[in-house]
């Protein structure tokens, strides 16, 4: 086993263990001082005490991991030993899959899981297509006109047409989609929001309101057969089951079309911009992965995969995985108390030198080069892993692929001013606008 201060992975000793490595109370104190992000703090912590590391916001302490052996067992290995207490999200999702605990989380997990694996996934193939032409052709006319635009907005469009045709059956369309701007403002405002939930709830109630009438009407038009042009979708999953299961109440249905919105759209967005404005700072990675194969070949979606995938390494779509000890454990050799809050980051462990050789540069050839990634399973997990690991995993990287694609063959973007920092909420998200022009 490596000492305290090391970076490798840790052994997973049973028996009894030592005291989790701490940061000492002093930093933590600048830190505060300073109004640092909390992933400043949590750089330090792991830089000065390893994979497994300790410090205090409060009375008890909060146990960080990052190392991948570690990520394993909280995850993947004993999740029932750390378990999710409340998502960070609640009040936009409610009791949606996401947020949802115990015999609910399995119920409703187990009903949605098939749609996002195999036979379920080739029924939102063509909507996932339609949604891209769509926006393929709407850059077109950006690139004849010289239009600038938003590219952090025109991935949202993208991704909620498509996890909107993927629900509904219907195209997106503008008054829907104004409307369903509520489900990024909420989100975006949720780190902010007092702490009192009626507070919090009061502060975005309007933005609320606006997502549930969307939500309403959407959930009405799938109970009444009402399919779109290419038939029904997702949601009438969800109101069958509200027909033969009493636990599917109109407001379950309601957090769990919210809760496929929020995920099925802001990260995939997300993750979209950032890859556009790495793009920019490294063209010849564009430039290599048209290089790789013909259109439509496995060569060349491989590469764009692998541009996704080294996006995701850089800015993964959870950057933090907030577990609870239920009970006391013995993890990579050494002592967690029951009740001992625990922080899994992924954006650490992606970003450890001693994992990924040259951790900061942007390099898709990780993911298509033999022994290019750490073999690892909890080196690197963009979506999480284990039980709770995201369910639309498939769908984010089919629609991803089939976007890029389409679009990254044709276009270039000029960028007028990219953003300098990131903001650490949900999501890793670029910190500022990101408008551009199209070139070509």
């Known amino acids: 086993m490596e000492s305290e201060a090391g970076h490798g992975s840790l052994s997973l000793d049973s028996g009894t263990g030592r005291p989790v490595p701490e940061i000492e109370s002093g930093l933590v104190e600048r830190w505060r001082s300073e109004r640092g992000e909390l992933v400043e703090l949590l750089a330090q912590v792991r830089a000065r005490c390893g994979g497994v590391a300790a410090f205090r916001l409060g009375p008890s302490p909060t146990v960080l991991v990052t190392d991948p052996s570690a990520v394993q067992h909280v995850l993947a290995r004993y999740p ?14 409610g009791d949606g899959v996401l947020a949802a605990t115990g015999t609910a989380w399995k119920r409703q997990r187990r009903l949605l899981q098939s749609q996002f694996t195999g036979t379920g996934m080739r029924r939102y193939e063509q909507r996932i297509t339609e949604a891209a032409r769509t926006t393929s052709e709407r850059w077109a006319g950006y690139a004849r006109t010289g239009q600038s635009f938003d590219v ?9 047409d498509a996890i909107w045709r993927s629900l509904t059956g219907h195209p997106l369309d503008d008054g829907t989609e104004r409307e369903l701007d509520a489900v990024a403002a909420v989100a975006t405002a949720l780190p902010t929001l007092p702490a009192d939930a009626s507070d919090a709830r009061n502060a975005v109630a309007a933005d609320l309101a606006r997502i549930d009438a969307v939500a309403g009407h959407a959930i009405e038009a799938a109970r009444n057969g009402a399919a779109g042009p290419d038939g029904p979708g997702l949601l009438r999953v969800l109101t069958d089951a509200g027909a033969e299961h009493p636990e599917y109440t109109d407001q379950l249905i309601r957090d769990e079309l919210v809760t496929l919105l929020t995920a099925g759209h802001e990260t995939t967005a997300t993750t979209l911009t950032w890859l556009y404005l790495l793009l920019d700072r490294h063209p010849a990675a564009r430039e290599q992965t048209l290089a790789a194969g013909g259109e439509g070949s496995p060569q060349r979606r491989q590469a764009i995969q692998a541009l996704i995938h080294e996006t995701l390494r850089l800015y993964p779509s959870a950057w933090i995985l907030p577990r609870h000890a239920a009970e006391d454990d013995v993890l990579a050799g050494y002592t967690v108390e029951a009740g001992t809050d625990i922080l899994v980051c992924p954006y650490l462990t992606h970003r450890d030198p001693e994992l990924w050789p040259d951790p900061e540069h942007f390099e898709p050839g990780r993911f298509v080069t033999p022994d290019g990634r750490p073999a690892h399973l909890g080196a690197y997990f963009p979506f999480g892993i284990g039980p709770r690991a995201c369910l639309g995993v498939q769908f984010a990287l089919r629609e991803s692929t089939v976007l890029l694609e389409h679009l990254l063959p044709v276009h270039t973007l000029a960028f007028s001013s990219t953003p300098t920092k990131a903001a650490y909420g949900i999501t890793v998200r670029p910190d500022g606008p990101t408008v551009a022009t199209l070139a070509g």
């Open 80 to 93: 029932e030993r750390y378990v999710k207490r409340s998502h960070r999200a609640r009040l936009l999702i």
């Open 152 to 160: 952090g907005r025109e991935m949202r469009r993208f991704a909620l």
